[in-house]
């Protein structure tokens, strides 16, 4: 499909490409590859590619129907999780070799697809500026080092000027770059690394595939409600607000305490999913704090 893509989509046609190397390697990549392509197609919307649009969201639809025993594709937080240590692992493993003055094809495409799983990370809403940074730098690595490469010229390791972390990296665009090679897999005996813990929006804990919205072509007819005897309940008469419900150590608790309890939990899950049990403890004390206490220590 990714060879078929309009003119129209190009834009999408990295995140097709990263899909199908992906799609035996890792079904989860593959699956949110073509989802953000699908939301982005779908802003790039014409008359001329709504065919292919459509056929793309068949597709996803019948991969999520075939990974419904995969958290990380029906749990948003598990997903999130689960490609930002994609991302990540992708990166570290490229600026090592990078460091090392091992320039080669994989070293670009490692930059490359490092970059293009940061873009599909915000599916999930804004990335922290850690992820940022690495986006940006990794956008700029690809590219440089291909040029370089292309030229017979040898590439500087590092940020520009060394390997002073304040250095200031080139700003690039924030769509995905053009003309690179396309992603492989680092060696095998590259180790897993544990997510960064990072705040999903809010209800982030599944999805539905995306849909192309047609103009109704006859006016909506008004809903019929069906009648019932049920009486509204009675207003409070002192118009005071119901008290909130205290917890076994007497502190009232606002609603935004207990979601952000309900997210510390799930991101210990998340954490157990890759046997990072330190993360894991910590989200659960962080949880466990804030509904003893109703104080969130992590600003």
């Known amino acids: 499909m990714a060879a078929n893509v309009p003119a129209s989509l190009k834009v999408i046609q990295p995140f097709l ?61 598990v997903a999130q999780a689960h490609l930002e240590n994609k991302g990540v692992q992708l990166f570290l493993w490229a600026d090592t070799e990078d460091r090392a003055s091992r320039f080669n094809k994989n070293v670009v495409k ?71 090679p396309y992603p492989e897999q680092p060696p095998s005996n590259m180790p897993d690394l544990p997510p960064s813990v990072v705040y999903p929006p809010a209800g982030a804990t599944g999805h539905t595939v995306p849909t192309v919205q047609y103009p109704p072509q006859y006016p909506p007819q008004p809903q019929s409600h069906p009648a ?34 309900q997210k510390y939990c799930k991101y210990a899950s998340s954490a157990l999913q890759y046997e990072d049990v330190p993360t894991a403890i910590d989200n659960l004390q962080k949880a466990l704090r804030l509904l003893q206490t109703g104080k969130d220590d992590s600003g």
């Open 110 to 180: 490692s930059f490359y697809s490092a970059s293009l799983i940061f873009d599909i990370l915000t599916v999930f809403g804004e990335l922290n500026d850690e992820i940022i940074a690495q986006r940006k730098y990794s956008k700029w690595k690809a590219a440089y080092i291909n040029n370089c490469l292309k030229k017979g010229e040898t590439p500087m390791p590092g940020p520009v000027g060394g390997e002073d972390d304040d250095v200031q990296l080139p700003s690039t665009s924030s769509g995905p770059a053009t003309g690179l």
């Open 228 to 261: 019932t005897n049920r009486q509204p309940a009675p207003a409070d008469p002192t118009g005071r607000p119901k008290p909130k419900p205290r917890t076994s150590s007497g502190v009232r608790l606002e609603a935004t305490d207990y979601t952000k309890a």
């Open 17 to 77: 490409k990263l899909a199908k190397e992906y799609e035996t390697r890792d079904p989860v990549v593959a699956y949110w590859s073509r989802f953000h392509a699908v939301q982005v197609g779908i802003k790039n919307k014409t008359k001329d590619n709504v065919s292919f649009l459509m056929n793309l969201m068949d597709l996803l639809e019948k991969s999520k129907q075939n990974h419904t025993q995969e958290e990380a594709v029906t749990n948003d937080v």
